[in-house]
């Protein structure tokens, strides 16, 4: 039977590996974004490139579409590596937790299997004396 420390443990174990899912899909988000705005900087400056009407029109406004593309893509890239470490955070501190919780069971098994020596030793005594 597990004991209050074993269920709050276990508890906590859950609750670390959501927010580590949690951290794991804002950090695809953050790639995701990432890679969709440099993308888009890569076909306005391929547009840029080519040469269009539109683009000997108006080349600051398409340059400024690619700047904040690019700086888009570098916010999202950081936001990734900042969601990467709480992701290793998360992760760390759940295996802590994953090892206590382990710990906290084998010390409960010895215990019950002590208790289950000396409640033996104790029927022999009585019945052999």
Do not use: C, W
């Amino acid at each position: 039977m597990p004991t209050p420390r074993q269920k709050r443990l276990q508890k906590l174990v859950l609750v670390m590996q959501r927010l580590k899912d949690f951290h794991q899909a804002q950090h695809a988000a953050h790639m995701a974004d990432a890679a969709v705005a440099q993308e888009e900087a890569k076909a306005i400056t391929e547009t840029l490139d080519a040469g269009t009407d539109m683009t000997a029109l108006f080349p600051e406004l398409y340059h400024r579409r690619v700047a904040n593309a690019l700086e888009r893509s570098r916010a999202s890239a950081e936001r990734a590596r900042q969601e990467a470490e709480r992701l290793l955070q998360a992760d760390a501190r759940g295996n802590a937790l994953a090892r206590a919780y382990r710990e906290a069971s084998d010390l409960s098994e010895r215990n019950a299997a002590d208790k289950e020596r000396l409640e033996f030793i104790e029927r022999r005594k009585t019945s052999g004396a």
